[in-house]
């Protein structure tokens, strides 16, 4: 190792950072750069990166501002970070993580190893059962508002290795570029979609929620993945207790609930009967309310439970239409057609088919008519004729039923025609 360089920084660190950026298959960021361009001169390019974080003079690039549309309709802000910073940030994050993940939370589920979003769902099912009310929280804002002096401080509870304070001190304060190359300064916050970002998030929410809940409130039960945090209550009485508790404690964090988001929830099922309250509420892709459910012995009975929620479905079946773009694949073969949807669909049934596989139905049978216009475009003899596209489908299931991933799951589509 170099012992002029100001930081001592193992270069096997940046070429595991570099695999890690790899897997996860991000696009260019404000330079426009690609994986392939950046690959294209790896070895020179890794080194320059060692280089400056060893010396102390590597400077964050700016992040690429990109606006997505959410499905109610509001806007999601992302920052997107250059190949060679998520790199970097990948660096620190190989190197703070093993320090802090043993001190987290056991119902801290977001972006840690080995655990889920499913794992929180489960947990969120169970505790819904066994406590009546929930508390259905939204931080204004989060990711845009973090105090950076505040984050700082809750970093170094953990570290005192100065490249790593440095850098994050860095990224925190690092410039936003628009799409229309505007530039613009940032003061508070850490841009969703950098890598170093969700591992900050859980070590501020680690000491600003989950700790303090641990020593002031350890009867009360919960689960956070990053900023989206469910609380369990046994009444509306402590409900109420804890959400003014939590507001005050945010406050000193500097953040806020957002009042229009934050919800109370009455779990009702058929041994809780109240009415006027809102029985309903979101969490990691899934809405949890009253359904008919069967018990083992065949009667049926109300539970508090979750399933794909309508935004969630609504998405995946605009990613069928605009993102699929089947009418444009005519040149396939069927064969070619499944290898290209299968690992997408597979991904959402093992998903949102984990709780109540049936509310899913309703963007697999969404998959089936898009398969059909697919065929009514590719094969002229049933051009124009919905009916016999949809029995031809219906023909293929039967004898292939193996062919498309989600056939497994609806029996009614490989019955004979």
Same mark, same amino acid.
């Given at each position: 190792?170099?012992?002029? !360089?100001?930081?001592?920084?193992? !270069?096997?660190?940046?070429?595991?950072?570099?695999?890690?950026?790899?897997?996860?298959?991000?696009?260019?960021?404000? @330079?426009?750069? =690609?994986?392939?361009? $950046?690959?294209?001169?790896?070895?020179?390019?890794?080194?320059?990166?060692?280089?400056?974080?060893?010396?102390?003079?590597?400077?964050?690039?700016?992040?690429?501002?990109?606006?997505?549309?959410?499905?109610?309709?509001?806007?999601?802000?992302?920052?997107?970070?250059?190949?060679?910073?998520?790199?970097?940030?990948?660096?620190?994050?190989?190197?703070?993580?093993?320090?802090? &993940?043993?001190?987290? +939370?056991? %119902?801290?589920?977001?972006?840690?190893?080995?655990?889920? /979003?499913?794992?929180?769902?489960?947990?969120?099912?169970? #505790?819904?059962?066994?406590?009546?009310?929930?508390?259905?929280?939204?931080?204004?804002?989060?990711?845009?508002?973090?105090?950076? @002096?505040?984050?700082?401080?809750?970093?170094?509870?953990? =570290?005192?290795?100065?490249?790593?304070?440095?850098?994050?001190?860095?990224?925190?304060?690092?410039?936003?570029?628009? *799409? %229309?190359?505007?530039?613009?300064?940032? *003061?508070?916050?850490?841009?969703?979609?950098?890598?170093?970002?969700?591992?900050?998030?859980?070590?501020?929410? +680690?000491?600003? $929620?989950?700790?303090?809940? !641990?020593?002031?409130?350890? %009867?009360?039960?919960?689960?956070?993945?990053? @900023?989206?945090?469910?609380? +369990?209550?046994?009444?509306?009485?402590?409900?109420?207790?804890?959400?003014?508790?939590? &507001?005050?404690?945010?406050?000193?964090?500097?953040?806020?609930?957002?009042?229009?988001?934050?919800?109370?929830?009455?779990?009702?099922?058929?041994?809780?009967?109240?009415?006027? +309250?809102?029985?309903?509420? @979101? $969490?990691?892709?899934?809405?949890?309310?009253?359904?008919?459910?069967?018990?083992?012995?065949?009667?049926?009975?109300?539970?508090?439970?979750?399933?794909?929620?309508?935004?969630? /479905? *609504?998405?995946?079946?605009?990613?069928?239409?605009?993102?699929?773009?089947?009418?444009? #694949?005519?040149?396939?073969?069927?064969? /070619?057609?499944?290898?290209?949807?299968?690992?997408?669909?597979?991904?959402?049934?093992?998903?949102?088919?984990?709780?109540?596989?049936? &509310?899913?139905?309703?963007?697999?049978?969404?998959?089936?008519?898009?398969?059909?216009?697919? /065929?009514?475009?590719?094969?002229?003899?049933?051009?124009?004729?919905?009916?016999?596209?949809?029995?031809?489908? !219906?023909?293929?299931?039967?004898?292939?039923?193996?062919?498309?991933?989600?056939?497994?799951?609806?029996?009614?589509?490989?019955?004979?025609?």
């Amino acid at each position: 190792m170099n012992s002029a !360089k100001a930081f001592t920084i193992p !270069k096997v660190l940046i070429w595991d950072a570099y695999q890690d950026v790899k897997k996860s298959k991000g696009g260019p960021g404000a @330079d426009g750069q =690609t994986m392939e361009e $950046f690959e294209g001169n790896l070895k020179n390019n890794l080194y320059r990166i060692w280089n400056r974080m060893s010396s102390g003079s590597y400077i964050p690039p700016p992040v690429l501002w990109v606006e997505i549309p959410k499905p109610d309709g509001g806007i999601r802000q992302l920052g997107i970070p250059t190949i060679s910073d998520r790199i970097a940030q990948a660096a620190v994050k190989r190197y703070l993580e093993p320090k802090v &993940e043993p001190f987290f +939370h056991d %119902d801290s589920y977001g972006y840690r190893p080995g655990r889920s /979003a499913l794992d929180a769902v489960a947990t969120a099912r169970q #505790r819904c059962w066994r406590s009546n009310w929930v508390l259905d929280l939204d931080i204004s804002a989060f990711f845009d508002t973090l105090d950076h @002096d505040l984050v700082l401080r809750a970093v170094t509870r953990f =570290t005192t290795c100065k490249w790593v304070l440095l850098y994050i001190a860095r990224w925190l304060k690092a410039d936003i570029v628009l *799409k %229309d190359k505007q530039l613009l300064h940032r *003061k508070t916050g850490t841009p969703q979609g950098g890598v170093i970002s969700p591992l900050l998030a859980n070590i501020f929410l +680690h000491l600003g $929620f989950d700790q303090w809940m !641990k020593e002031q409130h350890p %009867d009360i039960h919960f689960e956070r993945y990053a @900023d989206d945090i469910v609380v +369990h209550c046994r009444s509306r009485v402590q409900l109420e207790m804890i959400k003014q508790r939590i &507001e005050e404690r945010l406050k000193l964090c500097r953040l806020r609930l957002n009042p229009e988001k934050t919800r109370i929830v009455y779990c009702k099922d058929s041994n809780r009967t109240e009415d006027g +309250h809102c029985n309903s509420f @979101d $969490f990691l892709g899934y809405t949890f309310r009253p359904r008919s459910a069967r018990n083992q012995r065949g009667k049926f009975f109300v539970s508090f439970s979750p399933a794909i929620s309508q935004k969630s /479905a *609504k998405k995946l079946r605009q990613t069928v239409k605009r993102e699929w773009k089947l009418n444009t #694949r005519t040149h396939l073969s069927l064969n /070619a057609l499944a290898d290209f949807i299968n690992p997408v669909v597979t991904g959402w049934v093992n998903y949102f088919g984990k709780f109540c596989r049936s &509310e899913l139905h309703s963007v697999l049978n969404h998959v089936n008519l898009t398969l059909a216009r697919w /065929a009514r475009r590719k094969y002229k003899h049933l051009q124009r004729r919905k009916t016999k596209a949809d029995a031809w489908l !219906k023909g293929v299931a039967h004898r292939s039923p193996q062919l498309f991933s989600h056939w497994q799951y609806q029996s009614w589509m490989t019955r004979a025609v």
